[in-house]
């Protein structure tokens, strides 16, 4: 999108990423271990004054994320609300001029002619993941001494006596 052509008063962008393009740029990511399974659809709404542009709204796509404890793959929603400022490299210090408080939002660089609109999306859709991917809240994980997956059921290391005053705890659970 071009800059000189957004109206200060702003205009509302609806913007579709098709999946395989979608993946196609994930998959050159480093240490990438997730995929889309569903188009990146974004609606958002852009202002641009004096070379600044800020983007508001809202991106969602559907993922698959690996377990960081058992390493199952899974289905995770992704529905971000964010509002980011991109400032031209040449003048970054600008973001005052617009009464904004640049601490609630990110500051991004572009080339000051033409914002990609599809790698704001992409970008959002990171900010949109756990910090943590889990399976389900309390994924059991795999045991660290044969690596077999516990959502599964106990491995046989789990005879062995354990003290963790938590697993007290548990068996009440299941038991109540
Ligand atoms: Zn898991
Ligand atoms: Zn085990």
């Known amino acids: 999108m071009r800059v000189n052509q957004i109206p200060e008063e702003g205009k509302e962008v609806v913007l579709k990423v098709d999946v395989k393009k979608a993946n196609k740029y994930f998959s050159l990511l480093k240490n990438s271990d997730f995929s889309a399974t569903s188009d ?6 852009v202002w641009s004054k004096d070379g600044m542009v800020i983007v508001e709204g809202e991106v969602s796509v559907e993922l698959d994320l690996t377990c960081s404890r058992c390493l199952a793959h899974f289905r995770y929603p992704v529905v971000h609300h964010f509002r980011s400022i ?14 904004l408080k640049p601490y609630d939002m990110d500051v991004s660089i572009y080339n000051g002619v033409e914002l990609d609109l599809e790698n704001v999306l992409y970008e ?3 900010l949109g993941m756990p910090d943590r991917a889990l399976c389900c809240p309390d994924c059991k994980g795999l045991c660290p001494t044969c ?8 491995c046989r290391c ?14 009440l659970k299941l038991k109540g």
Do not use: I, T, W
């Not at 991109?86 to 009464?99: I, N």
């Open 40 to 45: 990146v659809e974004g609606k958002v709404r």
């Open 147 to 154: 690596g077999a997956n516990l959502n599964e059921g106990p």
């Open 124 to 126: 959002q859709v990171f």
């Open 158 to 171: 789990e005879s062995e006596p354990r003290f963790s005053p938590f697993d007290v705890l548990k068996n």
């Open 86 to 99: 991109y400032s031209p490299f040449h003048e970054m210090c600008k973001v005052e001029d617009l009464e």
